[in-house]
């Protein structure tokens, strides 16, 4: 056989370039900030951001002194990220490619603090992500892990169940990103990666969409920029039930909406996942 091997196109990277998450992180960032003032960022501290968008974490994290690095497998949002990065002057703050189930060229033990809200959980073979996870965290140091929770009636569990009751079914090896929601899996898979049971700590938490427009707008955004929703309207078009994917998204988001009127404000339940790195 002659000439060179073409490698397989990645889904999971070609979902994620296919839209445009920054439009959607807009309406994250208060949460974002709330949630990396309860990690006790201090100057110096070596930080990762796995899974990280154009830096809704990274960049609170990086104006707390943090050293910080963001890994994201959307090229697009690694741009982003750095340009959001210059725009502040953070030279502390820098963005690459990488996918969270395979972090070769970064160190054993680099990071004292590992994040990822609603990142990590996207990517493939989620014992490699939390072995890979582990292993770049230093002895002492700790994992913090945004998931979204299977089955909660909540905004983003549901839009993610919604949008997959229209899509194609995936291969059957794939692993469902929102298996990371539930406890027994994050314990097994941290558990496979050496962490002690004791370590390990789960907690049900809360991110708000906040958007001066109403949430048809939101939704709007969802169709255009995020992927799975943005191949849910692709494939109930191709099926002639478009109308009837954007009536039930219309109607969850209306009804999750606390916002005054013309605004949106959307609580989402979220599985928080704090591990720490032993010393031994
Ligand atoms: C829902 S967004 C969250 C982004 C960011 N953490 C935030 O809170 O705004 C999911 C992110 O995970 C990234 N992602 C998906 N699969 C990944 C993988 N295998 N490795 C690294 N990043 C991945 C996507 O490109 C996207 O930026």
Redesign the pocket.
């Known amino acids: 056989m002659t000439g060179s091997v073409a490698s397989a196109p990645n889904a ?2 070609a ?3 296919k839209g445009d ?1 920054t439009r ?2 807009a309406s ?1 960032r208060e949460s ?1 900030e709330e949630l990396v003032g309860t990690l006790g960022v201090t100057p110096g501290m070596e930080i990762l ?10 960049v609170p994290a990086a104006r707390s002194g943090g050293n910080v690095l963001g ?4 090229a697009n ?1 690694v741009a982003a990220g750095n340009a959001r990065a210059r725009e502040e002057g953070l030279s502390n703050l820098y963005f690459r490619d ?4 395979d972090l070769r060229g970064i160190e054993d033990n680099r990071f004292d603090l590992v ?10 073979r989620p014992f490699d ?1 939390a072995r890979e996870m582990v292993r770049v965290t230093s002895a002492g140091g700790r994992i913090v892990m ?1 998931n979204w929770i299977p089955g909660d009636p909540t905004l ?1 569990a549901q839009v993610l169940k919604i949008s997959a009751a229209f899509t194609p079914p995936p291969p059957e090896s794939f692993v469902s990103p929102i298996t990371w929601g539930m406890e027994d899996n994050v314990r097994a898979r941290f558990a496979a990666a050496g962490v002690a049971p004791a370590e390990i700590g789960v907690e049900k938490a809360s991110y708000r969409f906040r958007l001066s427009a109403p949430p048809a707008t939101l939704l709007d955004t969802f169709r255009h920029y ?1 992927g799975p929703t943005m191949n849910a309207y692709e494939a109930a078009t191709n099926a002639g039930r478009e109308d009837e994917l954007h009536a039930e998204l219309l109607a969850l988001f209306e009804s999750e909406n606390q916002g005054g009127p013309g605004l949106t404000d959307i609580a989402a339940s979220y599985l928080k996942v704090t591990v720490t790195k032993g010393r031994s």
Do not use: H, Q, R
């Open positions: 999971n990277k979902l994620w370039e998450f959607i992180a994250m974002g951001d796995l899974g990280c968008g154009d830096g809704t974490t990274a890994v994201d497998i959307a949002l990488g996918d969270a189930s994040i990822s809200i609603f990142g990590a959980m996207f990517a493939p992500v945004g983003i995020y």
